[in-house]
């Protein structure tokens, strides 16, 4: 492959935070219309639902290209069938960039996301399960029941997003995985894709600034069901964590060095 200095963030400027500021003002914008438009059509049911998604997901997309400067190269083969995904997650551009790849993408989520205006109803429409994280072995057993109730109904389960880690990690770092996904493979009998990422170069934690260039989203080889969950999830931090660490060092990263207090 020949890396360009497209495949690097944007020199930080001034203008990276007017940029940004705009981004949000013009996605706040389009998500009230948008949620509006699509109100009707998201009480049909959940293909309806995804179908409004995805027209808010291009109008996400396509204004980080126009107004950041930032684009995601896809690499790998995104899945169309049901599954579960199992991702590095370091910022929300990942979020927007997988729900993008997947046609009938959903995620798991804190249960406190339902609360955001618009997007919160139609995050539940599409088949996204909220969890309360405190409630541990009980929430699972929930996210399993949900799981197997969509696989049975009509419209299928779709493509269902996990974060093995449990939040947004710092771009070159990692944390230990739960064994979550590991536990519903096993239950359901799903297959599981990895996802390596990059786009915390870009887009970071906080959301301030964005900086423009192409980051990476990365599918990788499926990972069929089988195995117990303390072996899938070795062999996912295997998959997931030296290909996030790759595209990490083609966006420039430097090798992050161990906290001096640990």
């Excluded at 495949?7 to 940029?19: G, M």
């Excluded at 003002?25 to 049909?44: K, S």
């Amino acid at each position: 492959m020949n890396l360009t200095k497209d495949y690097r963030p944007r020199p930080p400027s001034v203008l990276d935070w007017v940029r940004t500021a705009l981004y949000y003002l013009y996605i706040a914008g389009a998500t009230i219309v948008l949620g509006l438009w699509g109100l009707p059509q998201g009480l049909r049911g959940r293909a309806s639902a995804n179908r409004v998604a995805t027209v808010w997901l291009g109008q996400m997309m396509g204004a980080a290209r126009v107004i950041l400067g930032l684009r995601v190269e896809v690499r790998g083969t995104p899945p169309a069938g049901d599954c579960l995904i199992a991702a590095k997650h370091q910022s929300f551009l990942d979020i927007l960039a997988l729900a993008h790849a997947c046609p009938r993408r959903a995620f798991v989520m804190k249960r406190a996301v339902l609360n955001v205006p618009i997007m919160g109803w139609f995050a539940r429409k599409v088949g996204c399960i909220p969890i309360d994280r405190a409630k541990g072995k009980d929430a699972l057993k929930q996210i399993i029941a949900e799981v197997e109730g969509a696989m049975a109904s009509p419209d299928g389960l779709g493509q269902l997003v996990f974060y093995p880690e449990g939040t947004r990690t710092k771009p070159g770092t990692s944390l230990p995985y739960k064994h979550g996904v590991g536990s519903i493979q096993r239950a359901t009998g799903l297959p599981i894709v990895p996802v390596a990422v990059n786009c915390g170069m870009f887009w970071p934690k906080r959301g301030f600034p964005i900086r423009g260039g192409t980051a990476v989203i990365e599918f990788l080889p499926v990972l069929p069901a089988g195995e117990r969950a303390g072996a899938v999830m070795e062999t996912l931090f295997q998959q997931i964590e030296p290909a996030s660490l790759r595209l990490y060092a083609e966006a420039g990263g430097q090798p992050v060095l161990p906290d001096a207090k640990s």
